[in-house]
């Protein structure tokens, strides 16, 4: 089964240093490494900023694009992972080892269907 | 065998064996749901076919089997509708036959109580799971005993067990290392149950004894499945504080005060089986906040009279729990097993220390507890005082009633 890990957080700029951001991103490759030879890695992706975001959406056919996100929060969408799990508690597991943890709530939430 | 034999028994198989059937059927089938339609049909084709052909010499085993069959039945009925239930029926059949082995249906039952208390689910639904499918409880009693309305309570159990399903919340008993935690959870559900059940007043008072029953049920289910300390604590816990509960309260329905209660009136049977569970509890190699809550009403219990209470152990005991499992409100019993040892000055002093920081401000014993050392160094103007802060923060009437008795009490 696919799980879906969306990753909240705040907004690092001028919190952390690059020296600390290079740490965490070989935190998170070794993390990553160990998910592909465990079999749970699907796919993962780091979003940029929220003041980078656009919306489209489309009603009574009428094309409207604005900028900005979705919704205005203190923290926000800023990465995700697609897992394959035999269920929760395994999903949850694979959820609570990310290093992300240690900053940023991760929403664990079940694929009803997964295109590719 | 008269009919009316007959219908005895099948309802005396219910009430011992539909929660294990259940449990076994959950993990067969894959669904609640299902299951519970399948026990439904299992025990209607018991009620044909006993009186007719005989009770099983193994009624679960028969209840499993026939509640299997039914759902297969069902799942094949619905797939000239549906082609999914086709292939779920095939998945059921070709799975194995159900065991015999009293451990793996001892197992289920541990299955169905951590899968109703998986942290993934919210607290409420959490105890109306495992009130409907661990109790079987109906839906409108748990409502009644939560002063709930049914459509509210039967909505948490619709979107929990849906969560269960689409979320694939999984049925098993959790692995080794995360043990500890999950049981943590579930323990607090038990206990939360049982507090639900013994609080001084709301709702009606019978269904609310049944819910302490159940809490004491599902307590000793937990510790014949798991061989655990908290949980022998737990136990032990709720059986020492049900023992009071023909005492706590007057006939008017005032509440009585553990100093004031006539202790004739204590269950001795509760007592004298809670104090060898918490002694049990006492004896692990780490002992935890339950097996010390225990021991402390241990030692309460066994005193004969008010005044031959060892204070100073029940001061050790909270010792050690601000230890295990510090909290403003431990603190606060602590100080009054302080006053009791070392007289209501000392008492005062430590009390006052901790509402300094004001986390306690708005908690009616806190203040009801002062009130009374003030009360005891006759500094009577400040125990008024005290009384009408903890009448303004009580929450439950016959609280509110005791302070404002208390108060009108004082002389001067």
């Known amino acids: 089964m696919h799980y879906m890990l969306l990753i909240y957080q705040g907004d690092p700029r001028g919190q952390v240093s690059d020296a600390e951001i290079a740490a965490f991103m070989k935190r998170i490759e070794a993390y990553n490494d160990q998910l592909k030879k465990d079999g749970h890695f699907v796919v993962t992706g780091g979003l940029g900023f929220p003041d980078t975001a656009t919306c489209v959406t489309r009603r009574s056919g009428k094309l409207s694009t604005t900028d900005g996100p979705f919704a205005e929060t203190r923290e926000y969408l800023g990465g995700f992972y697609v897992i394959e799990a035999k269920d929760l508690d395994q999903a949850l597991k694979i959820a609570n080892g990310l290093p992300m943890t240690e900053f940023a709530t991760v929403e664990v939430r079940p694929i009803n269907h997964l295109g590719t | ?412």
């Open chain 2, 1 to 412: 065998m008269s009919q009316r034999t007959d219908r005895d028994a099948i309802e005396a198989v219910y009430r011992t064996e539909s929660g294990r059937v259940l449990a076994t059927l959950i993990r067969l089938l894959g669904s609640f749901d299902l299951a519970e339609e399948a026990l439904h049909d299992a025990f209607m084709a018991a009620a044909d076919q006993w009186p007719r052909d005989g009770t099983p010499a193994n009624p679960r085993a028969w209840l499993v089997s026939a509640g299997r069959f039914k759902a297969i039945d069902r799942l094949r009925r619905r797939a000239r509708l549906d082609a999914a239930g086709d292939d779920i029926a095939m998945q059921i059949e070709a799975a194995a036959e159900p065991p015999e082995d009293p451990a793996a249906i001892a197992d289920d039952q541990l299955r169905l109580i951590f899968t109703c208390c998986h942290p993934a689910l919210s607290p409420d639904a959490q105890v109306a799971l495992t009130l409907r499918e661990v109790c079987g409880l109906t839906t409108e009693e748990i409502a009644r005993a939560f002063l709930t309305a049914t459509p509210t309570i039967a909505q948490r159990i619709v979107r929990a067990k849906a969560k269960i399903r689409d979320a694939r919340i999984p049925y098993e008993v959790p692995e080794k290392d995360a043990l500890p935690d999950r049981l943590d959870a579930v323990l607090r559900v038990v206990y939360l149950v049982f507090n639900e059940g013994y609080a001084a007043s709301g709702g009606d008072k019978f269904i609310r004894a049944d819910l302490s029953a159940e809490a004491i049920r599902l307590g000793r289910l937990l510790v014949e499945l798991l061989p655990d300390a908290e949980a022998l604590g737990l136990l032990a816990l709720m059986l020492l504080q049900d023992s009071r509960r023909n005492a706590r309260l007057s006939s008017e329905g005032d509440i009585v005060l553990l100093a004031d209660q006539d202790r004739g009136l204590w269950n001795r049977g509760e007592i004298d089986e809670g104090i060898t569970l918490a002694a049990r509890a006492m004896r692990a190699r780490e002992i935890g906040a339950y097996a010390l809550q225990a021991a402390i009403a241990a030692a309460h219990a066994t005193a004969t009279t008010d005044a031959a209470t060892d204070w100073r152990r029940i001061v050790a005991l909270y010792d050690l729990l601000m230890h295990a499992d510090p909290s403003p409100i431990v603190a606060l019993n602590r100080a009054v097993a302080v006053a009791m040892r070392d007289g209501p000055a000392a008492g005062l002093a430590a009390i006052d220390a901790l509402m300094a920081d004001g986390t306690l401000d708005d908690f009616h014993l806190a203040h009801s507890a002062r009130a009374d050392l003030l009360r005891r160094l006759l500094r009577v103007a400040e125990a008024r005082a005290a009384y009408e802060r903890a009448a303004a923060l009580a929450i439950h009437p016959a609280e509110r009633r005791f302070y404002d008795r208390r108060r009108a009490q004082l002389s001067g």
